[in-house]
């Protein structure tokens, strides 16, 4: 808590350097709550924040008054912050304590700096290195002819310190070198469990994570399809739904007897934005009213970008049949193309009852996870779009209805045949209109 205290620049470093320095030690585990009161600018305060930011840690700083209200606001973020951090080391499955690996961490700030010679990169030759990749249909590993994405590159370049983490996994920067040093390739990311227990079986840690990514690419396929199908959506403007591709890069040996890394394309850190967690949060903007369901307007084909992938999630909990949901949707809107494309990684899966729960990992909470997220979740025009049935073919009679319009505006083409038609009023005509069908 800081009031009207002046804290010199000098001071202002050495705090700073001491949340760094804790920072690159415990990344998420470490939970920074400040609570300002006063006029100042809190200068000190926001950098401290700034700081455990950049390296992962939990951080909640609030600027308010010294009413009741206001204080115990403040006093139970910080403890849901403490709380979660528990929550994190604890094994959903068996209930027990896990031990995080002892792993330094590195800024974001500087994810986007290379040099190969500053002594904590480890390099691995490419008689080292095998790739595996996880085949969804024959669910085994399969080994391709190449290892590399480049057709120069001899080895790959792995960095020693993580610069970001989730609730499972660490993220450091990998890249691929050619025999003359030269970096080449795609920027990627290695990903590894943030937990010892999981060092001696990272075949079946990597294959759970394959599993989701490669069921959650499914589903955004079919996603997709419908999105692009509804009406007043243009796919030059409309993003869609996408999962980046991940394989495993096995070091020194096989699995069992080397080092398991899951390698994906590196989204840009500074875009990176979470749009719903595993936990029931859901990033959203408005709140949508809900309308009677057989009421349909052109304003209700209108929704926002951060809409899909809300209604993603939505959707995969009614395509599956309510079996399971995909959330935990994170990533990047990418718009360097023509068409702009969500890449998401690490997504969620929660399955409805206890008989598939393990072949989605720990960060499956079953029904509690979907009642979570349908809690905080609010259906906008996109959802109650995705979840009618479009008609293919408006002149089918047995799903059509008629409307009286006023004779002087223009008259449909697809106009009903006229011995169908009752005596109206000269002012008006009946047409034949269809838009939708539950």
């Not at 994810?111 to 990169?121: E, L, N, P, T």
Request: hydrophobic share 35%; glycine share 6%.
């Amino acid at each position: 808590m800081q009031g009207g205290v002046h804290v010199s620049p000098y001071h202002e470093q050495a705090i700073g350097s001491s949340i760094a320095f804790l920072a690159r030690q415990f990344g998420s585990r470490l939970s920074v709550g400040a609570f300002a009161v006063g006029q100042n600018q809190f200068r000190t305060l926001q950098s401290i924040a700034r700081t455990a930011q950049e390296y992962n840690c939990k951080v909640f700083l609030s600027r308010a008054t010294l009413c009741v209200k206001d204080l115990s606001t403040a006093f139970m973020t910080m403890t849901s912050l403490l709380t979660a951090t528990k929550t994190a080391a604890t094994d959903v499955i068996t209930n027990r304590q896990r031990t995080f690996r002892d792993i330094i961490r590195e800024p974001r700030s500087s994810v986007k700096f290379y040099d190969m010679g500053d002594g904590h990169w480890t390099f691995y030759s490419s008689i080292d290195v095998t790739r595996a990749v996880f085949d969804k249909y024959a669910y085994e590993w399969v080994y391709p002819r190449y290892t590399f994405n480049h057709p120069q590159t001899v080895r790959i370049a792995v960095r020693d310190h993580i610069f970001g983490e989730g609730n499972e996994r660490a993220v450091r920067r990998v890249r691929e070198i050619t025999s003359d040093g030269c970096v080449v390739g795609p920027a990627l990311v290695g990903k590894e469990s943030l937990f010892v227990e999981d060092s001696n079986d990272s075949k079946s840690f990597h294959k759970t994570f394959c599993k989701v990514q490669q069921l959650s690419q499914r589903m955004a396929a079919k996603f997709n399809k419908i999105l692009v199908g509804l009406p007043g959506v243009e796919r030059s403007s409309t993003p869609l739904i996408s999962f980046l591709d991940c394989y495993v890069l096995l070091l020194n040996g096989a699995f069992g007897s080397g080092r398991g890394i899951l390698v994906e394309k590196m989204l840009d850190p500074t875009k990176y934005k979470k749009w719903n967690t595993n936990d029931g949060y859901v990033n959203k903007k408005v709140f949508m009213q809900r309308r009677d369901e057989r009421e349909f307007t052109e304003q209700d084909c209108s929704f926002s970008i951060d809409d899909i992938p809300q209604a993603f999630s939505h959707f995969t909990y009614i395509f599956s049949k309510r079996k399971y949901l995909v959330c935990d949707l994170q990533g990047v809107l990418s718009t360097e193309s023509n068409e702009p494309l969500f890449e998401l990684t690490d997504p969620v899966i929660h399955y409805s009852t206890m008989t598939d729960r393990g072949a989605y990992g720990r960060t499956d909470r079953g029904q509690q996870g979907i009642d979570d997220f349908f809690r905080s979740h609010k259906c906008s025009n996109l959802c109650h779009m995705l979840l009618r049935r479009w008609i293919p073919d408006p002149l089918d009679k047995q799903i059509t209805h008629y409307e009286n319009v006023p004779i002087s505006e223009p008259i449909p083409s697809i106009a009903s045949e006229s011995e169908d038609e009752e005596e109206l009023p000269k002012e008006s005509k009946r047409v034949k209109t269809v838009r939708f069908v539950l």
